[in-house]
């Protein structure tokens, strides 16, 4: 496993010497001395938790952990106040910022070492439950959910250019035959097997593939105009022929084919996700009535 990364930030350099003696061993450690190097150095190196010290020439541990919480890219980062201030009402201000937990100096290293500890290990798992939370355990893709929130997220985004945005959805054809001809573990196979194809086949950074239920796969392309998407439907399909996946019992082809619809519109203000998933599934009713293993947008 990685080592997790630590940040300590503290104005006195005998401090951060301290810490680092205790923690060096365990971790990649980095450092800060000032409010403004810290919050520079936790954007640079994302570190998994940060050592805060309250008491610092300019912006200050707690300005640093208002600003760090209010950055969606970093809110996440567990922050350790490590101070000299003792009083209560210091902790409830820090705590309430938002910290995690709150250790005095001097710093007595058996406990700094024990807090470090749980809270990496409880942002490890976090992380993990955060990963599993949109991801289709088959196939290591997106998932429904996953998908149907970036699509959101993106049409607002593009709503302020109003560039087009384009959705894919595909389902395999006959693939209750499938199941029935080769069993359900091979069933399983295919399915991981189309998602490859699926990944090969969307090449930009910004398409996001993903795992929609069952057989059934979708893709949002942002900036896409019905032409890209046209393009980028043609190479799914291929990609997913030329597995050569035997299927004798397709009434279309003696490999497994798919069924393919686009939807494309140019984004404005407040439109829904819905629009292009139902228009997409719509396209693709069309192409299963007009006989599988084809585009219809
Ligand atoms: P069509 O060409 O009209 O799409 O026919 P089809 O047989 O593919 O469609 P239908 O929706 O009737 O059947 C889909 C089948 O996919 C039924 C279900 O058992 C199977 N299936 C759904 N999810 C999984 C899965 O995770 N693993 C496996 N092995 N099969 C699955
Ligand atoms: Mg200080
Ligand atoms: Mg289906
Ligand atoms: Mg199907």
Not at 4 to 20: C, F, P, R
Not at 95 to 120: C, E, M
Request: with cysteine; glycine share 6%.
């Amino acid at each position: 496993m990685n080592k997790a990364t630590i940040l300590i930030v503290d104005d006195e350099i005998s401090n951060i010497e301290i810490m680092n003696a205790v923690l060096e061993d365990d971790y990649e450690v980095c450092f800060a001395t000032s409010g403004q190097q810290a919050l520079d150095t936790a954007r640079a190196a994302q570190p998994d938790l940060v050592l805060l010290d309250v008491l610092m020439p300019g912006i200050d541990g707690f300005e640093v952990c208002r600003q760090l919480k209010a950055d969606t890219l970093l809110a996440d980062i567990p922050v350790i106040f490590t101070t000299g201030l003792g009083d209560t009402e210091d902790e409830m201000r820090g705590l309430s910022l938002g910290a995690i937990d709150y250790v005095t100096k001097p710093i007595q290293p058996a406990i700094l070492r024990a807090r470090v500890g749980n809270h990496v290990e409880l942002k490890r798992l976090r992380d993990q439950l955060a990963m599993l939370a949109v991801t289709d355990a088959l196939t290591g893709l997106s998932n429904r959910r996953h998908l149907e929130r970036s699509l959101q997220t993106e049409a607002a985004r593009l709503a302020r250019t109003e560039d087009w945005l384009s959705v894919i959805m595909l389902d395999i054809d006959f693939f209750k035959q499938f199941n029935d001809t080769y069993g359900h573990p091979a069933g399983d196979r295919c399915i991981m097997m189309v998602a490859s194809a699926l990944i090969r086949a969307v090449k930009r950074a910004t398409d996001l593939p993903a795992r929609y239920g069952g057989e059934e796969f979708a893709c949002i392309l942002p900036g896409t105009d019905p032409q890209g998407a046209e393009l980028v439907a043609q190479e799914i399909r291929l990609q997913i022929q030329s597995l050569n996946i035997p299927h004798e019992r397709s009434q279309v082809s003696p490999f497994i084919t798919v069924s393919i619809g686009v939807a494309s519109a140019r984004c404005q203000p407040n439109m829904l996700a819905e629009k292009w998933i139902s228009e997409a599934d719509r396209q693709l009713y069309i192409s299963k009535q007009e006989g599988r293993n084809r585009i219809s947008l």
